[in-house]
């Protein structure tokens, strides 16, 4: 599954991960009628140093369970998930405590990540505490992380409270609170879908020249590809669980190969007058994630199902710069 | 061109807070005509939503009317009585919220509160209110054995869905719809504006969308009202002012929105925040924020004026629009304002 052409070994790994929840109470599970959901269900991908990639699906697809893996606020309850090597599930300790900050998630609402009582420089000293960074570097570590995400005036902010602050604003100093201890990986679950539009942009520019500057590998968890496409070279679409396709993000977007992947492409609204209405391909109504439908789990949307895949789930097939997950770019044997 | 079916002039709506008024809506006008939809957009506190929730006149207890009036079929529902309102609602003018999950009973079955809407409003009988019911449910493409089934048992899409078919449930003439697609997935949203596209084609409907994605609106309406800190900034057809705005800030809001249908291109913020509107700044609100700002235009309020036919902008450099166009596709335009 390599691509042959790694330059040194990949910072994360996961190699059939899972995570799958029990539904249904105590009383369910001794009439034996308990199920599982399969929030993630197999998922194998590497992230070379300094990668952006895009985590692309609807809700209810596993990105944001994947999201919570890599960060390991959930554990892989099936298969591996690495971090340099380490795995993530097997910290403890120190070890795990080395993790976190080496490992930062930055959240969807601003308004809510945030402690309402504390100070900014509160927000962001915490962290710094929290790793037991002596005190007297606080102060100029907090600042540098301030200018890294473009709130230059940084003595408006630092005594402010979080209501003080407009959602852009908010979200830059999540961003800090994230990068003040300078991680090699990020996660960043929908960080600008609570933000207005003429705020947004800024927001995701400081986010991809942050990352691209200082080098960081990245996640960024996203049901919009516009948007992906914007910070991310390489995207992993998922659906139900697994993943249908891995590839650099330009490729996805002028040529899917998944059939739900060309649905999804096909469904992105343009800001242009002339765009096609032409029905999408794909047939309608999500399926239940506690049945889902056996082999191909997209096989009862998908216009161009054919027999197998019914009955086998398709396994990872190697097409141009791609990995597919699809019977129809199997190898004719 | 037709008789509109709902003309606002200059419609106001305040907010009482503490012993002051903040003015959400200030002096809107425009034009819906029938069979048609209008895109009205702005960013979170322009006043969009308020606007459209007063055309129903379900309003917080703290706003007001403050002046203007909205003609709907030669009547100006700001004038009338509550009684005339009510008969009004869901027969001709029907609201179709965000979040359906919080307009839908979670007791009672669907199919229970489409024939409650059926009954009670629509004066149906028991057998006629279920034929409809299931008709309905046909149109918005839900299977009519869901009729059922509780709110809770339906996934986002297709509650909004059925949100749809109550707002349709009584025939109305008009539907507000305020960012029903905002909360849901790419692939079920095209398929709910589809929907309603559908709907204007073959029941010659209107609706006014609110929306704060310029990608719906080119999507799928006929017109765009562009809404600024509480005043309308730009108002025309859809394909004109999107692809030749006449408002700088209708401009900004283009170069900050991604664009998947064309090269990867950078997207430029709008630098700073909206104003207060407790404490507006004096001439053009946007002024603070516009890289063409004059002297004049932190003085006087620019009024909507025509760019070209019935494209019209509140702006005072409406003439040099062509220009400014031009130049607000530049990044750096951006960086400091004037």
């Keep these: 599954m390599k691509d042959g052409h790694d330059q040194g070994p990949p910072l994360v790994r996961l190699d059939a991960a899972e995570l799958h929840f029990p539904v249904g109470g105590v009383v369910a599970q001794l009439q034996g009628r308990a199920t599982v959901v399969k929030a993630v269900d197999g998922v194998t991908f590497e992230l070379r140093r300094g990668e952006s990639v895009g985590l692309l699906g609807e809700s209810g697809c596993g990105k944001t369970s994947t999201g919570r893996m890599l960060v390991r606020l959930d554990k892989a309850t099936g298969g591996r998930v690495e971090f340099d090597g380490e795995d993530v599930s097997g910290l403890t300790g120190d070890a795990l405590k080395r993790f976190r900050s080496r490992v930062q998630l930055i959240f969807q609402n601003p308004f809510e990540a945030l402690n309402p009582r504390f100070t900014i420089r509160d927000v962001l000293a915490e962290p710094l505490e929290n790793a037991r960074i002596p005190r007297a570097e606080h102060e100029e570590r907090i600042l ?120 999804l ?24 994630p506690r049945n889902p439908p056996s082999g191909c789990t997209f096989r009862d949307r998908c216009p161009r199902a054919f027999d197998r895949c019914a009955v086998e789930a398709p396994g990872p097939t190697h097409v141009q710069n791609r990995i597919v997950h699809c019977h129809l770019h199997e190898p004719k044997t | ?82 009684r005339a309102m009510n008969g009004l609602r ?22 229970t509160q489409l024939a409650e809407v059926l009954i009670r409003r629509g004066g149906l009988g028991r057998t006629a209110a279920r034929t409809r019911a299931e008709e309905l449910f046909e149109w918005v493409g839900i299977e009519t054995n869901r009729l059922g089934d509780y709110p809770h048992q339906f996934s986002g899409g297709m509650r909004q869905r059925v949100a749809i078919a109550l707002a349709l449930a009584l025939d109305p003439k008009l539907i507000i719809a305020d960012e029903p697609v905002t909360a849901l997935d790419v692939i079920v949203q095209r398929q709910i504006l589809d929907q ?30 562009v809404m600024y800190a509480g005043r309308v900034v730009e108002t025309g057809p859809m394909a004109a002012t999107l692809t030749a705005p006449a408002h700088p800030y209708t401009m900004g809001l283009r170069n900050a929105f991604p664009d998947l249908a064309s090269a990867a291109g950078e997207l430029t913020p709008i630098e700073g925040a909206p104003p207060d509107l407790a404490s507006p700044p004096p001439g053009c609100r946007f002024a603070p924020r516009c890289p063409f700002a004059e002297a004049r235009c932190r003085t006087d309020v620019p009024g909507l004026d025509v760019y070209d036919g019935d494209h019209l902008a509140a702006c005072h450099r409406i003439p040099e629009a062509e220009t400014l166009r031009a130049r607000a596709v530049v990044s750096e335009t951006w960086e400091a304002p004037a």
């Design chain 2, 196 to 225: 309603l596209r559908e709907l204007k084609e073959r029941l010659g409907i209107s609706v006014i969308l609110v929306t704060h994605d310029i990608s719906v609106v080119a999507y799928v309406c006929d017109r765009v009202v």
């Design chain 1, 265 to 288: 492409v096909a469904a992105v609204p343009v800001p242009h007058p002339d765009q096609s209405h032409a029905p999408l391909p794909i047939g309608r109504g999500a399926p239940d």
């Design chain 1, 144 to 263: 540098r992380a301030m200018a890294l995400v473009k709130l230059g005036d940084a003595g408006q902010f630092m005594d402010r409270y979080p209501h003080q602050l407009s959602g852009g604003q908010l979200q830059r100093i999540v961003m800090a609170r994230a990068l003040i201890l300078e991680p090699e990986f990020v996660v960043a679950d929908e960080p600008v879908s609570m933000l207005d539009v003429s705020v947004r942009a800024g927001v995701l520019n400081v986010f991809r020249d942050v990352r691209a500057q200082q080098g960081i590998t990245a996640i960024y968890i996203s049901h919009d590809l516009a948007l992906v496409r914007y910070v991310c070279e390489r995207t992993i679409v998922m659906y139900l669980g697994r993943i249908v396709e891995d590839g650099p993000t330009e490729d996805i977007v002028a040529n899917p190969l998944h059939p739900y992947t060309q649905a």
């Design chain 2, 90 to 111: 869901w027969r001709e003018i029907a609201f179709i919220p965000q979040s359906a999950m919080n307009s839908l009973d979670p007791v009672y079955t669907v199919g």
């Design chain 2, 1 to 82: 061109m037709t008789q509109p079916l709902l003309t606002l002039k200059d419609l106001s709506i305040a907010y009482r807070v503490g012993d002051q008024d903040t003015i959400a809506v200030e002096g809107a006008s425009f034009d819906v005509q029938p069979g048609s939809i209008v895109g009205l957009v702005g960013e979170s506190g322009c006043g969009k939503t308020t606007l459209a929730r007063s055309l129903t006149r379900v309003l917080a207890g703290n706003a007001r009317i403050a002046g203007g009036e909205a003609i709907f079929d030669g009547r100006d529902i700001m004038a009338l009585s509550e």
